[in-house]
């Protein structure tokens, strides 16, 4: 504690992101900040994710329907209806809200559980993939071009450095939501279901609620980032924003780093963004980049839920404690 | 009005009557032993009154509410808690937050439930284990996380299915004196127990089950002379070595 009241470790974290705040400041490079961005949207994505799975012990393979129908969402009120993106923003996140909602209702409804939740989630994104590609009203597999121009108003900047702060602010916001979650009741109701529903059931957790609740939550934020996607990349498709392979970002860094922490997800898909970094520098063909990259998040993904569960977190935490102890909840291994 | 009332209660897995037309009252404060041989029904008993799975007939009324349609949190809520047999704890957090879990029942705030949770862990004999993780507790400590996760709830009856199962005679005397200081807080207890010595002791009464049928009822003392009970479940040497 200092004169400020605050723990040390918040302050730590504020000067981090002030200090990463500060980088479009200094450095001009379009190419660097783009990669940033990119990082920091993983990152997201993984926050967003690990509460669900992190915390909650839900696998949902599904979350990338909730980051297309953001994406679509915003761009087709902005294109058709000529309403904001700003406000499409969050007419997405509802949307995504609801059939999150839905999902959940019905796996509660039918007692789906574990393994069996993740086919359903893994059902539900690709449903949602296959309508967009087919439905000509959001141009089916064509896609959507959006036109890069000057206007702040309509979520569009000429340069890249808002971008590089609305993502950081979004990370922000993921990070205190995990962070009040994870001290309130919510949180550790969510790790009771992870760990034994049953035995939550009967200590008085009501589990169908808070997996409504963990799940709206999450699409809800997850959404945001698809109308970032849209407005940052300029062209959205069913086989980009719909893509099985943003789901996969999610388990991979929420993994690596170790589920169930605040800041696992962070650190987990921070070293996967700078291997993968390195790996576009090795002297091979930019085909085989792409196979070597997924092989390799395969391989690793594997080689972490065997050998060390609880991801980067737990591994550090194991050599500075001797023992596995993580913020009073270690992560779980997936089903 | 007594504190729980099951009527007629029956649960049927297919053709097999796991329990049959069952009916009990349990008074407030009252220690009821629940006895019977392997598959006679008593853990579907508790899973049927903890909501785990619904009754084909009949009715359990707690504290005069029909509570059979209701999920198993919103029993717990109402002051209905149970313990498993086979332990059941959360393995990746530590014991007292196992318990704050159980304590966030009758609290939003977690100051209080931690508070909560560390007076549970002193009644049970935990506070040294405070940090352990779940899963790295010994049976006798698995089973006295149960019992204080479930005294977290505040609860004003409480289940518990074969708390002593596994456990050495030193460490049985340890629980019967949990048991005691739990009960003398005014608390009703049913409770399901294969060691016979301990449950005759605590019980005030004791219900007989086989084949999911009450055979006998009555003072535990009443119990150990029945012959029915004595055919289907004590056997002879129970008897002789009583007298």
Known sequence: MNRLNLPWNTIYFILAVLVIALVPLVVKSEYFLTVLINVMFGIYLCVCWNLVFGYAGLFSIGHQAFLGIGAYTSTILYLNFQISPWIGMFAGAILSTILAVFITFICYRYRIRGFFFAIVTLAFGMLMQNLFMSWDYVHAAVGIWLVLRNAPWDFYFMDRTPYYWIMLTLVVLSL?????????????????????????????????????????????????????????????????????????????????????????????????????EMLRWLPIGSLSMAAITRITYGVMLMLIIVFFPTGLIGLGEKFRMGRVVVLGSSPKTPP | MPLMELRALSKNFGGLKAVHMLSLTLETGEILGMIGPNGAGKTTVFNLISGLMPPSEGSIRFKGEEIIHLQPNQICKRGLVRTFQITKPFGNITTHRNVMIGAF???????????????????????????????????????????????????????????????????????????????????????????????????????????????????????????????????????????
């Open chain 2, 105 to 243: 029942n009758r609290t939003k705030r977690v100051s209080e439930a931690r508070d909560i949770a560390d007076r549970m862990l002193e009644t049970t004999l935990l506070s040294g284990k405070r940090n352990v993780l779940g899963r790295n507790l010994s049976v006798p400590e698995r089973k006295r996380l149960e019992l204080a996760r479930a005294l977290a709830t505040g609860p004003e009856l409480l289940l518990l299915d074969e708390p002593m199962a596994g456990l050495i005679p030193k460490e049985i005397d340890e629980l019967l004196e949990i048991l005691l200081s739990i009960w003398k807080g005014g608390m009703g207890i049913l409770i399901i127990e294969h060691v016979l010595q301990a449950v005759m002791n605590l019980s005030h009464r004791i219900v007989v089950l086989d084949y999911g049928e009450k055979i006998a009822e009555g003072k535990p003392a009443e119990i150990a002379r029945n012959p029915k009970v004595i055919e289907a479940y004590l056997g002879e040497e129970y008897v002789l070595a009583k007298s």
């Open chain 1, 176 to 276: 205190a939501v995990s962070y009040f979650i994870e001290r309130s009741r919510t949180g550790s109701y969510l790790i009771a279901i992870r760990e034994d529903e049953d035995a939550a059931e009967a200590v008085g957790v009501p589990s169908s609620r808070y997996k409504v609740i963990v799940m709206a939550v999450s699409a809800f934020m997850i959404s945001l980032a698809g109308t970032f996607y849209a407005q940052f990349y300029l062209y959205i498709q069913p086989d980009n924003v719909f893509s099985i392979h943003s789901a996969i970002t999610m388990q991979v860094g929420t993994m690596m780093g170790g589920a169930g922490t605040l800041f696992g997800p962070v650190i987990g898909w921070t070293f996967f963004a700078l291997f993968d």
